[in-house]
């Protein structure tokens, strides 16, 4: 069964040095999300592609956060440098339009920032 | 714009009881969709159901189904004779119409079943 891959699923860090998450959604969904989960609370969107296009990141903190999705397929999510209050999970999500709006998400992956 | 409330932060049922979970949402739009998602413990979130604002009949799948009350904007889920699979974060969210599938989601409600 097709799945939507993150990597790295954990990561350490240091505040001011720069981290990066990677997505590889499931074949053929053209619409990639990422979004950040602050434990014990629901996640929020940070930024959305159609295909390599951005649609909305209109929740990233633009001085920090970049992504990215060259080729319309895989993704990269980069923080730098990276906060204390970053310490999060950060999921990934995929959807094709013939699915009903469904969003199938990754295991995310789980930041620590010290 | 829209919000999406859950006002159980964590429930608990013995295992083969009949759970239901709450969720409110406030918008003005009229056409839109309800979710809830399972996130279970370290594995990744999956879409438990799905609800069209412009149908009435409330959806259904298996032990899972939703009390969707749209004048009262309200979205609850009931999970029958619950299993210990189903313990879980539950989320509650909301997606606009069709042109824009950003979706909102609640803080969560975690749940426990009990052997």
């Known amino acids: 069964e097709a799945e939507v891959a993150q990597s790295p699923r954990y990561k350490i860090t240091e505040k001011s040095q720069a981290v990066a998450f990677w997505c590889d959604p499931i074949?053929?969904?053209?619409?990639l999300y990422w979004y950040r989960q602050i434990l014990g609370q629901g996640p929020e969107l940070l930024v959305q592609?159609?295909?390599?296009?951005?649609?909305?990141d209109s929740q990233l903190p633009k001085d920090r956060f970049s992504a990215e999705r060259l080729k319309g397929v895989d993704s990269t999510l980069k923080i730098q440098p990276a906060e204390l209050g970053d310490s999060a999970m950060y999921l990934c999500?995929?959807?094709?339009?013939?699915?009903?709006?469904?969003?199938?998400f990754g295991p995310g992956t789980r930041l620590t920032v010290l | 714009a829209q919000t999406v409330t859950q006002s159980q932060p964590e429930m608990s049922v013995q295992e083969a009881e009949t759970v239901t979970l709450s969720c409110t949402y406030d918008?003005?739009?009229?056409?839109?969709?309800l979710f809830w998602y399972k996130q279970p413990p370290s594995r990744q979130m999956i879409l438990v159901i799905r609800?069209?604002?412009?149908?009435?009949q409330n959806a259904t799948e298996n032990r899972f189904s939703v009390n969707f009350q749209k004048a009262a904007k309200s979205f609850s889920l009931k999970i029958s004779d619950s299993q210990l699979g189903d313990t879980a974060m539950y989320f509650c969210?909301?997606?606009?119409?069709?042109?824009?599938?950003?979706?909102?989601f609640g803080k969560g409600t975690r749940l426990h079943i009990l052997p």
């Open positions: 999500a995929s959807s094709h339009p013939g699915g009903l709006y469904e969003q199938f």
């Open positions: 074949s053929g969904h053209a619409t």
């Open positions: 592609f159609q295909d390599e296009s951005v649609v909305d």
């Open positions: 918008t003005s739009e009229n056409n839109y969709y």
């Open positions: 609800q069209e604002a412009y149908k009435q």
């Open positions: 969210a909301f997606m606009k119409h069709a042109s824009d599938d950003k979706i909102i």
